[in-house]
């Protein structure tokens, strides 16, 4: 099991398009301190470097939806990926 199932499947169930969490609230989900390079954007970001697998970006995209840190540094916003057909 990968410490990210648990934030994949907090995504999952959203129906919203578009929210915020906050560090906390991530780590709360995943019950595990997130690593300082959570810190930096580029950690986050769904789109950017797709060859490189990391598995919170992973669970993110298996989610349905594109992470990217906020300008706080402390919070991530989680938007709907429009869907394929």
Known sequence: MNVY???RDYLKAQKRPEFVLSF??????IDAALPRAAQRASWWETLRSPQEKMPQREACLEAGYIATRQADGKSVKFKKMPVRR
Do not use: G, K
Request: glycine share 0%; hydrophobic share 45%; aromatic share 0%.
């Open 5 to 7: 199932d648990p934030l």
């Open 24 to 29: 906390e609230q991530i780590e709360a989900i």
